[in-house]
């Protein structure tokens, strides 16, 4: 399974962005998914995940009410809808997957493949 991370980009607070996950390959082993990020100096931290119909998602509390997670699964993507952008979401995000043992998992270690990553910039 490979996965393509895309739609970053430099963006004013208070602005939107739209983040999408293009998954390739072996895509029918594919269950959860989830998108993650890392900010400079710290650690990769969960931000939102969602299970294989689409029906059960997550949200950090820092993005809850923000941001929103969607999947098409005929078309092998994955997007997080981000709103109300500030410049604590500055980061690298991250798509992620993994197997029937995903389901929606805010744990990074549920997730067995990973995308490159996309820069997200929030200028004050």
């Known amino acids: 399974v490979q996965l393509q991370a895309s739609g970053g980009g430099l963006v004013q607070a208070g602005g939107s962005l739209r983040l999408s996950c293009k998954s390739s390959g072996r895509t029918s082993v594919i269950y959860g998914m989830g998108w993650f990020r890392q900010a400079p100096g710290k650690e990769r931290e969960f931000v939102a995940a969602i299970n294989w119909k689409g029906d059960y998602t997550k949200y950090a509390d820092a993005v809850r009410g923000r941001f929103t997670i969607s999947r098409d699964n005929a078309k092998n993507t994955m997007d997080l809808q981000m709103n109300s952008l500030k410049s604590e979401d500055t980061a690298v995000y991250y798509c992620?997957?993994?197997?029937?043992?995903?389901?929606?998992?805010?744990?990074?270690?549920?997730?067995?493949?990973w995308g490159q990553g996309t820069l997200v910039t929030v200028s004050s």
């Open positions: 992620a997957s993994g197997g029937s043992s995903t389901r929606y998992s805010d744990y990074a270690g549920q997730y067995e493949w």
